[in-house]
């Protein structure tokens, strides 16, 4: 993916402050502090377009970020951090569910894992809730810099057992080496930029 431009547009919390238009959307989530912001980042080839933090909960609503005046990587607050004050999180459920249920704009979620952990019920939650309103989900497993290569296909069987997906749809990737960074822009641009009547050539016109 050749990057041309890079914009933050806005920040949002409901449906009536997402940004007008029509460009198609990826969404990134996770787990506070696993390393969404720093993917876009990379993805992107910008040090900091997205804040990123040693602070858990950093990112608290939803931000749009627009590439090649083409599409938008959306950037959703991590779920599953105690310290982020109860009013932000009964919030976040309503927050995200009315984004990901209702945006007809969103092509696919990004769900990044961290390579390091066990899946936890967040994480089993928000792929269900993909699952459910018809939302492709694209599993990233991220910091892979951290871990030895056995540790890796050891971890990568912990997680595909936990999510309940094959072994072999787990993306790897790491914001330090930038490992993956190729291989998560082929599979996006397929989802962006899928034609509408792509699948539907081999049915007969009569
Ligand atoms: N070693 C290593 N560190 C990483 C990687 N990705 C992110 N980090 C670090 O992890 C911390 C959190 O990264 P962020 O990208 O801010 O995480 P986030 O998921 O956006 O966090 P919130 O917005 O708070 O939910 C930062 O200190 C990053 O430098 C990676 O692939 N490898
Ligand atoms: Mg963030």
């Not at 997906?165 to 072999?168: A, I, K």
């Given at each position: 993916m050749e990057i041309r431009s890079t914009k933050f547009v806005k920040s949002a919390v409901q449906p009536a402050h997402y940004p007008p238009g029509d460009l198609p959307e990826i969404a990134f989530a996770g787990k506070?502090?696993?390393g969404k912001s720093s993917l876009i980042n990379v993805l992107v080839n910008r040090k900091n377009l997205v804040r990123t933090s040693g602070?858990?909960?950093?990112?608290q609503l939803i931000n749009f970020f627009e590439v090649n005046e083409q599409f938008m990587l959306v950037d959703l607050p991590g779920y599953?951090?105690?310290?982020?004050?109860f009013a932000i999180k009964a919030q976040w459920g309503p927050m995200i569910e009315r984004y990901l249920s209702g945006r007809?704009?969103?092509?696919a979620v990004v769900l990044i894992l961290d390579i390091r952990r066990v899946p936890s019920d967040e994480d089993r939650q928000m792929l269900a809730w993909l699952q459910a309103y018809h939302v492709p989900a694209l599993i990233v497993v991220t910091k892979?810099?951290?871990?030895s290569k056995n540790e890796r296909a050891r971890q990568a069987g912990v997680i595909s057992r936990a999510m309940g997906?094959?072994?072999?749809s787990l993306l790897y990737f790491s914001a330090?080496?930038?490992?993956?960074k190729e291989r998560i822009w082929q599979e996006l641009e397929g989802t962006l930029f899928r034609s509408e009547d792509e699948g539907e050539a081999a049915v007969p016109a009569d």
């Open positions: 506070s502090n696993v602070t858990p909960g950093r990112t599953g951090f105690a310290k982020v004050p007809s704009l969103l092509r892979c810099d951290k871990v997906v094959p072994g072999d330090l080496t930038k490992e993956g």
